[in-house]
């Protein structure tokens, strides 16, 4: 079945650094990738997603491009900022249209900013 | 426009109790799904629906039920809460299957 597996927190940077959260999938068709964004005691947020191979999405900043060869969809800033501090979610949509209707999550990556 | 809507916010529960969360949106969206996030498991589902009158089962389904009677509510049942269904639930509806899906700001359940 389909998978996300990203890297393991806790990450705790220095304001002004560079970000980096690795994610990769397993996937039977061509899915379509996300990142999203939950803050302290809040919902999960849409960040950004891509839709096909090559595809880069971005906002706030952040950065993700949709890697076919290699099933990855890294996430990335160059300057964090305090109020980046949340947890990180890659998830995938299948679009093979075999019925599957999920969004499939990763774990979920702790990012901790300080000044 | 208030997005997705959950209530409770916070409820304890007895083990062997049962309860109702509700789940609203107001974006005319088609799909709605329960989702349940656990400390280092990421977010589960439980059962979704791809619209009014219609229900699935998700991943973990067992012990739970819903009903999507109107297009813009889905609720979520604990017929006999465990403790194993302490978690954090989450709403999201989405207007279609491989579209962004939008949260609710989720309920916490405790039960004892």
């Known amino acids: 079945g389909d998978s996300v597996t990203q890297m393991e927190g806790p990450v705790t940077l220095s304001e002004e650094a560079f970000l980096t959260i690795n994610c990769t999938y397993t996937?039977?068709?061509?899915?379509?990738l996300f990142w999203y964004v939950q803050y302290p005691g809040e919902g999960l947020q849409l960040l950004l997603k891509?839709?096909?191979?090559?595809d880069k999405g971005s906002n706030k900043g952040f950065e993700a491009t949709y890697r076919k060869e290699t099933t990855s969809f890294h996430l990335e800033k160059g300057s964090v900022q305090v109020s980046d501090s949340a947890v990180y979610f890659c998830?995938?949509?299948?679009?093979?249209?075999?019925?599957?209707?999920?969004?499939?999550f990763g774990k979920g990556t702790k990012l901790s900013v300080i000044p | 426009n208030a997005g997705v809507t959950q209530t409770p916010k916070f409820r304890v529960l007895k083990t062997g109790q049962s309860m109702t969360l509700l789940c609203a949106q107001d974006?005319?969206?088609?799909?709605m799904y329960w989702y349940r996030q656990d400390p280092g498991m990421g977010l589960r589902l439980i059962h979704y629906?791809?619209?009014?009158?219609?229900?699935a089962k998700g991943e973990v389904p067992d012990g739970y039920n819903v009903s999507r009677l109107k297009k813009q509510n889905f609720l979520l049942g604990l017929e006999s809460a465990a403790p194993s269904q302490t978690s954090v639930y989450f709403c999201?509806?989405?207007?279609?299957?491989?579209?962004?899906?939008?949260f609710g700001p989720g309920t916490r359940l405790l039960v004892l």
């Open positions: 999201a509806s989405s207007p279609g299957q491989v579209e962004t899906q939008y």
């Open positions: 996937a039977t068709g061509y899915p379509s």
């Open positions: 891509a839709t096909k191979a090559d």
């Open positions: 998830a995938l949509s299948d679009n093979s249209g075999a019925g599957s209707y999920q969004l499939t």
């Open positions: 974006m005319n969206h088609e799909y």
């Open positions: 629906s791809v619209g009014e009158g219609t229900t």
